[in-house]
């Protein structure tokens, strides 16, 4: 639910290529190699972009025959094939195709096996290294350890791997493999791959990442935009205790420093437990929202706890003295009401610009949006966004918000987009949470330590929960938190939380217990699968899934009480709802995307009327009947929009897959054994994986069909 991996794609995302084919850069990424399309499945490239050099001519038919006649008749279609795919990538500077192929073609399977264990095993440690190298350079800008050097964004921004793919080429090791392994279609994969063998996967895996050519210049821009945007997000927090009202009120206490989007919210729903000063509090933190989505919030107060400020009236005010915390950083005492200047939309349209210049480059996929459902979900857009919409109307919805208005004991307002009383943590007073995990948690190494126990609570047995736990190591966060995973054996995947000054509170640890289920599905699908080509998840989707599993337990976790047959009926409800909440915010992003296609040359102040457009269009269609607010753009506040491009469709896919594994789970368990099963299958199709985990495809259906039972009773 936090971007870890937030990052999650498949291994050689972990290539800047495929960063900028797609792939999300967070601190912590992958699952494995996406697959591009074969050169016949070509569509147009964006206009105005810049156009790759053309392959050069040579004879293909009598270069395939002679091949043919030397390897025989058995070899033909391979040959063909090989070829093809060699000379749809190869450039006048590669040299001279004919002799190349006539040396590198392998028809003997005692070479063709040699090589592939070859390369299996190399690309394993050039991945890992190269991803052990680029955590090394963002240490400073992910972890929270105080103020950054002024070079340390930069060197987040470098990407030491952003020339590995065009090195790969150059030195013909790429050719080689696409001379040697078949390039596939989605289609093909989802017709014919579960009949495959796991060798066959491994191989389509291995050629998919050599299935297009992106110049590194383009890849290393791609790093640069990226960087910058997760560092502006990493740093964008509001210090609650410094907001006020017409009436000088200070709802929040003093040290509570919140970053955008994740605490905000998880703020926002602690805040039903406060009968005195929860409504006040929720609407503050709704109008801090809309503020950072139309950047009218003033500059001067993001990350200030030397000014004071009215997010209603806008007014910003020097801090008294005994109010600045004593930890407070140096900052401006200034009261500038000078808004952001659309910041935030200049770092969105850098990611943007940068993706788009990799377009013509891929043919198969020309637009960041086709690469990011194609090529790195693997699940057409169509597809996709038919289950948000099932969702979004569902009938179901407007019954579950009569359950939570007659709750609330009043009509429904938009914060209730956030409403947390399904959660048995909901019915819990946020203050009580706070003392308990701040007392269990002093510190990240805490947390480290108490692995062994949190892992045996999930299921595991006590030998597997110490093999995990000494593979998973412990950060606090910068940021609000990720896991990032390793891309080799022999390294190990990083969990990051915030840990504040006086300890771990209850939102950084319901965010470890998130990171540390895509921490564990990391660690058995990395140290588990039977070909490391395969690490990892079919996307990031089911990383986050694995995550759900997790962070749904972590009041059990604490000690807190189990499942009943009441809260079963409280957590389905509770699903639907959050599955609700993130079809909205994922429709929004998908349709940003579409925009920025269709105005490619727009400026900030123009992307940010969009996005505020977009996200009241929908909110009017689908929420406003519901919680009312018509025009409210809160659909546009997670922070993943920014730094995360085209995430957040991983969300609501998420909690329907993590929806089908606990209903699996609830007939089949323990959890620890089938979480495992399931994790070990590596990156095959989505609903080739899902067949396996549960025996039916990814769908909405089993979460309708639950909820509309769970209302009956």
Known sequence: MYPSTKFRL???????????????????????????????????????????????????????????????????????????????????????????????????????????????????????????????????????LGPLLPVEPLLAAYSPAANVTEDLFRSRVGFVVLLNFPLTTLAERVAQGPTWTRRQWAEARLAGRFGVRVPAEIEQASSRAIAAANLYIAEYNIWMHHLVDAQGRRPFPKGLRLISHWNLRDELKGDYGDAATGALKQRMIVQVMERIITQSIPAAVIDNPRLDWDPFTNAVTVAPAESVEADAPARTVKPDTASESDTRYAHLLATFQAARAADPYVPV???????????????????????????????????????????????????DLWYPGFNPGGKRPEAELDALTRKRYPTAEAFAKDLPRILQGMGFTKAKAAWLAERIRVDASRGAGHAMPALRRGDFPRLRTRVEKGGMNYKGYNIAVHELGHNVEQVFSLYGVDHTLLTGVPNNAFTEALAF?????????????????????????????????????????????????????????????????????????????VLGGEGSTLLAVYSHMISYPLYLPDYPLGHLIAFQIEEHLKRKGPLGAEFERMATYGSVTPDQWMVHATGAPVSAEPLLRAAEAALTR
């Open 10 to 144: 498949r291994r050689a995302c972990l290539l800047p290529v495929l960063a900028t084919l797609g792939c999300s850069t967070t601190p912590a990424v992958p699952a494995s190699t996406r697959q591009a399309e074969p050169p016949e499945a070509a569509a147009p490239a964006s206009p105005g972009a810049q156009e790759p050099a053309m392959p050069p001519a040579f004879d293909a038919a009598a270069l395939k025959a002679e091949l043919v006649a030397r390897h025989g008749e058995a070899q033909r279609a391979r040959i063909e094939r090989g070829v093809d795919q060699v000379a749809v990538l190869w450039r006048p500077e590669d040299g001279d195709l004919a002799p190349f192929v006539r040396e590198q073609f392998l028809s003997e399977p005692q070479a063709l096996d040699a090589t592939f264990q070859r390369l299996e095993r190399l690309f394993e440690q050039l991945d890992g290294h190269m991803y052990e190298i680029s955590r090394e350079l963002s240490w400073y800008t992910d972890l929270d």
């Open 365 to 415: 996929a020309p637009t960041r949006i086709a690469r990011s459902f194609e090529l790195t979900r693997e699940l057409p857009e169509a597809r996709v966004r038919a289950l948000l919409t099932q969702v979004l109307e569902s009938p179901l919805v407007p019954r579950v918000a009569k359950e939570i208005q007659t709750r609330l004991g009043r009509a429904l307002e938009p914060q």
């Open 549 to 625: 599993v997790f962070q749904s337990r972590d009041l059990e976790l604490l000690g807190l009480g189990k499942p009943d047959a009441a809260s079963e009926r409280e957590r389905v409800l509770g699903e639907l709802w959050q599955t609700w909440e993130r079809s909205g915010i994922a429709l929004v992003d998908m349709e940003v995307w579409h925009w920025l296609y269709a105005h490619p040359d727009a400026t900030p102040a123009q992307l940010r009327d969009a996005v505020v457009g977009i996200a009241r269009g929908v909110w009017n269609r689908y929420y406003a009947p």
